[in-house]
């Protein structure tokens, strides 16, 4: 078969000379078929013509009408980029698929051991409270004796002597006021009271006239030269002009209470301090309008409550000069209603100001009210702070320190600790492992901190921040917590 693929090979392309791939695979099959015929010690003879079979077209490039060559060619480039994506792919597999379900599997294993594992809580042991207390309470530096100058006489602000900070003494002419109509209706109130004045010397006369023709009249009566009827006609006429002298004295009375009532009105012109102290308001200006209310008009807006700035001038109303005595100042302190029991005049206090770290100022109570407020239920409180150097100031914020004995104050455990429920107030204690719900009464609020008078013992152990899982009866993990709530 070998021999007729040779010798039909140039017949073949006499033929056909368009199919020019036949000679090459002839002379494969004939190389192919002599070697397989040929002894194996012949093989070293033949090796001339295997070394020719490169030169042949077996790897020449396929011609362009051979689909199955040219197929199999973009197969043998295209298999690298098929290698590399599947390289790719296993990458992407192995880097981001096998952590996720490792996580997974992690994760579902804690939750399996959390939700197997003893919820871990941590305690504090509590202590009863010691009987001598302390409140802190905040407190407002006020002077002992201060006076707010209102206005009574309507005018313009005609002079002002003093200004903020001035000493000033008891009577010391603070301003003037220009009031126009005060000043005339105190020389009108002085003419009615010389006309009043007048008419009485007139009526004076009238009745000298009538009590001198009576007695002339009299005498002739009872000599009988004149009539009965004469003598009483001269006694009625020296009645009615003493009538007459006694209207004309309560007209005089009367203008004199009404001059002197202008008179009055019309010192109000001039401000005058009523205590020693100091200047520490000012809310006029010269030539400010002063209505009788005290307010001041006419010199520009009123500084914004909260701005800071200074109550001098502009139409901010109220008193025109304020003035204090700084010799003598006192702190007032608003007592809730469940330490007020405690409170009482006598005991002293410590007073703490930020401005001044370090020092303490004593004061004492001297008075209270006696009495809670019924809009914020305190009970307000008076004291006198020691300031021998002056270095306090009216309005300052005052930290301050009471000291008091309670009687029975309970344990104090910490807010964070006390559930409330609907049907009251509870504490988790732990006893053995397991959680105690302990109902109690509550005491004084500390804020963070509360008393409890009733529902725990001396020497408790209390859950502090108790979660969900702290039920009635569950085991626990108990922790010790580093720093207890107690004092």
């Given amino acids: 078969m070998s021999e007729e693929l040779v010798h039909g090979a140039p017949q073949a392309s006499e033929d056909n000379a368009s199919i020019a791939p036949a000679p090459a695979v002839a002379a494969v099959s004939k190389s192919g078929a002599a070697r397989a015929e040929e002894p194996t010690a012949n093989v070293e003879d033949k090796a001339p013509e295997a070394a020719e079979l490169p030169a042949t077209d ?60 003893l919820p871990v809580v941590e305690v504090a042991i509590v202590r009863r409270a010691s009987a001598v207390q302390q409140l802190t309470l905040p407190g407002t530096v006020t002077p002992s004796i201060s006076a707010h100058i209102f206005g009574q006489a309507s005018g313009y602000l005609k002079a002002r002597y003093v200004d903020l900070g001035d000493a000033v003494h008891r009577g010391q002419l603070l301003a003037v006021i220009s009031s126009p109509d005060l000043d005339a209706i105190v020389i009108q109130q002085r003419s009615l009271v010389q006309e009043s004045e007048d008419f009485l010397n007139r009526e004076r006369t009238q009745e000298s006239l009538a009590r001198v023709t009576y007695g002339r009249i009299h005498v002739l009566a009872v000599d ?183 009687l029975d104050p309970g344990i104090l455990v910490s807010g964070s600790s006390v559930i409330t429920l609907a049907h009251g107030a509870f504490v988790a204690v732990v006893n053995d492992n397991v959680i105690h719900m302990q109902k109690v009464q509550m005491g004084r609020d500390l804020g963070t901190e509360v008393y409890v008078t009733a529902g725990l013992n001396n020497g408790d152990a209390v859950v502090l921040n108790p979660t969900d899982a702290v039920q009635d009866g569950v085991h626990v993990v108990a922790k010790a917590a580093q720093k207890g709530p107690e004092k």
Wanted: cysteine-free.
């Fill in 58 to 117: 077996f790897f020449a490039p396929p011609a362009e009408n051979t689909p199955l060559r040219a197929g199999a060619s973009h197969m043998r480039r295209g298999w690298p980029y098929l290698l590399a994506g599947v390289i790719i792919i296993a990458a992407v597999v192995f880097l981001g698929v096998l952590p996720r379900l490792k996580l997974k599997k992690e994760t579902a294993a804690r939750a399996v051991a959390a939700r197997d594992a």
């Fill in 224 to 406: 009988g030269v004149l009539s009965k009827q004469d003598d009483d006609v001269a006694m009625a006429a020296l009645l009615a002009a003493s009538a007459n002298v006694q209207s004309a004295q309560n007209a005089v009375g009367a203008a004199n209470g009404s001059l002197q009532h202008a008179t009055s009105m019309a010192a109000f012109e001039e401000v005058r301090s009523p205590i020693d102290g100091t200047v520490t308001s000012r809310n006029v200006e010269v030539g400010s309008y002063i209505s009788a209310a005290g307010a001041g008009q006419g010199n520009g807006p009123a500084p914004a409550a909260g701005s800071g700035a200074p109550p001098t001038g502009g139409a901010q109303g109220g008193e025109r000069f304020g003035v204090a005595d700084l010799r003598d100042l006192h702190v007032f302190v608003a007592v809730p209603e469940q330490d007020a029991i405690y409170m009482g005049t006598g005991p002293k206090a410590v007073l703490i100001f930020s401005e001044m770290p370090g020092e303490r100022f004593d004061a004492k109570i001297i008075r209270s009210t006696d009495s809670l407020s019924q809009q914020t239920r305190t009970l307000l409180m008076e004291m006198k702070v020691a300031d021998p150097k002056h270095r306090l100031r009216p309005g300052m914020y005052a930290t301050v320190q009471l000291g008091f004995d309670a």
